[in-house]
């Protein structure tokens, strides 16, 4: 039932006229513009993405310190298959671990704890090489054997890659090696006919400089 007080019925039709959409545009007063951000993965394939929590060794304080619950990641280089771990933090997507799976790195099971694992590692997440301890926690016994097995498979891998990289470089400098024994063998043979022929030459000399003072001789006679 429609209301017969007045001011009532003007406050009916004021807040009609709020509603109403006038179709006007209002620009804004600062234009943003569209920044791209790198992430600095965009060359590399993630093998491995796990929730975690990682811990750095305090050898002055002689304890643990947190560095952060985040990703834990396995990047691998599209063109150099090497591997690398990168760790960020959840929230602010800082980085808070950083370093090569070298060949010689060993992921070991932390004492009294089969959701840890500890490692040694040369690090740049600080963004200068530090020699860290570290330790990372996962949510189950099972993420944890899953990043432990994943580790221990591309050390062993790298180390392959090196051991192959060594053999092409052995090989090319044998390779090398006998490309130059045979050019010296070859420029041998193409200097022995000459050495030979200017022997002869020089012998013709000989025989005709004798020839010639036989003859002086002859004549003087």
């Known amino acids: 039932m429609a209301s017969t007080d007045?001011?009532?019925?003007?406050?009916?039709?004021?807040?009609?006229?709020?509603?109403?959409?006038?179709?006007?545009?209002?620009?804004?007063?600062?234009?943003?513009?569209?920044?791209s951000v790198s992430s600095?993965?965009?060359?590399?394939?993630?093998?491995?993405?796990l929730k975690a929590k990682l811990y750095r060794f305090d050898k002055e304080g002689n304890q643990w310190k947190e560095r952060g619950a985040g990703t834990v990641k396995l990047l691998k280089h599209k063109e150099t298959d090497k591997v690398r771990l990168v760790m960020r933090q959840s929230k602010t997507l800082k980085i808070c671990a950083n370093h090569l799976v070298l060949?010689?790195?060993?992921?070991?099971?932390?004492?009294?704890?089969?959701?840890?694992?500890?490692?040694?590692?040369?690090?740049?997440?600080?963004?200068?090489?530090?020699?860290?301890?570290?330790?990372i926690r996962f949510g189950s016994v099972e993420n944890c054997k899953t990043f432990m097995e994943m580790v221990q498979e591309v050390a062993e891998s790298q180390n392959k890659n090196e051991e192959n990289k060594d053999a092409s470089a052995t090989a090319g400098?044998?390779?090398?090696?006998?490309?130059?024994?045979?050019?010296t063998e070859e420029k041998h043979k193409d200097e022995a006919p000459v050495a030979k022929?200017?022997?002869?030459?020089?012998?013709?000399?000989?025989?005709?400089?004798?020839?010639?003072?036989?003859e002086e001789s002859v004549s003087s006679t």
Do not use: Y
């Not at 019925?9 to 804004?28: F, K």
């Not at 965009?42 to 993405?49: M, T, V």
């Not at 590692?121 to 090489?129: I, V």
């Not at 022929?197 to 036989?214: C, F, I, Q, V, Y």
């Open 103 to 135: 060949p010689t790195m060993s992921v070991q099971e932390h004492a009294g704890n089969e959701k840890s694992c500890v490692w040694h590692a040369a690090d740049f997440a600080d963004g200068e090489l530090k020699n860290e301890l570290f330790c």
């Open 6 to 35: 007045p001011e009532h019925r003007e406050e009916e039709e004021t807040a009609g006229a709020e509603d109403e959409d006038t179709g006007a545009q209002v620009a804004p007063i600062v234009k943003l513009e569209e920044v």
């Open 40 to 49: 600095g993965e965009e060359d590399e394939d993630a093998i491995l993405d």
């Open 173 to 183: 400098l044998l390779e090398n090696l006998s490309v130059e024994d045979k050019q």
């Open 197 to 214: 022929e200017a022997k002869e030459s020089d012998k013709e000399s000989g025989k005709e400089d004798t020839e010639k003072n036989d």
